[in-house]
């Protein structure tokens, strides 16, 4: 199975900040990634695919990059909403193996 | 507009049986593969495994094997997880999510609390 890694598991930031996750796969996954927003008590959200597609109505703030087994997660500059769990996943081989989430909270 | 609905919170005592449905509306059931994904409380996303929507073939991740079974009626455009045998440790929301590559639409979720 394909590990995914993200770092750091959680950040304190203030509104306004930009902020970066990292996701991890232990092997190459081409760009077989995706990105989802949890809230608590909440579904995921996917926010992107594929690495760097956006998904409709998601805000031009988050972006996405990377390639073969390293990826990351940009939010240019934090909104109250964007508080909560992030998660990366690869769609390129199965079992469809989810990071084990990254935590934003304010600071 | 894409829906997916399941059904609701589910309190079982360990050794029963549970059945989820998830209902799909808004676009063409046998167009995308169903996911179901566990989430253990204060835990991460465990993908389960998928169900082929045109053939009702499964695929399940190691772990979800023996005990849990996706299932199918096209005919009301319904994907199913049954869990026999339930322990303790299968308390946990489980979502259906559309997509076999990019899971774009997310059930609600379904509480299962397994407790004696």
């Known amino acids: 199975d394909i590990q995914m890694t993200q770092s750091p598991s959680s950040l304190s930031a203030s509104v306004g900040d930009g902020v970066t996750i990292t996701c991890r796969a232990s092997?190459?996954?081409?760009?077989?990634l995706n990105w989802y927003q949890q809230k608590p008590g909440k579904a995921p959200k996917l926010l992107i695919y594929?690495?760097?597609s956006l998904q409709s109505g998601v805000p031009s703030r988050f972006s996405g990059s990377g390639s073969g087994t390293d990826f990351t997660l940009t939010i240019s500059s934090l909104q109250p909403e964007d508080f909560a769990t992030y998660y990366c996943?690869?769609?390129?081989?199965?079992?469809?193996?989810f990071g084990q989430g990254t935590k934003v909270e304010i600071k | 507009q894409v829906q997916l609905v399941q059904s609701g919170s589910e309190l079982k005592k360990p050794g029963a049986s549970v059945k989820v449905s998830c209902k799909a509306s808004?676009?063409?059931?046998?167009?995308?593969?169903m996911n179901w994904v566990r989430q253990a409380p204060g835990q991460g996303l465990e993908w389960m495994g998928w169900?082929?929507?045109?053939?009702?073939?499964?695929t399940y991740a190691q772990g979800f094997t023996g005990r849990f079974v996706f299932s199918l009626d096209t005919s009301v455009s319904t994907t199913y997880l049954q869990i026999s045998s339930l322990k303790a440790e299968d308390t946990a929301v489980y979502y259906c999510?559309?997509?076999?590559?990019?899971?774009?639409?997310w059930g609600q979720g379904t509480l299962v609390t397994v407790s004696s």
């Open positions: 808004g676009y063409t059931f046998t167009s995308y593969t």
């Open positions: 999510a559309r997509g076999s590559t990019v899971p774009d639409f």
């Open positions: 092997q190459s996954i081409s760009r077989n």
């Open positions: 169900i082929n929507t045109n053939t009702g073939n499964p």
């Open positions: 996943q690869q769609s390129y081989t199965t079992p469809r193996t």
């Open positions: 594929a690495t760097s």
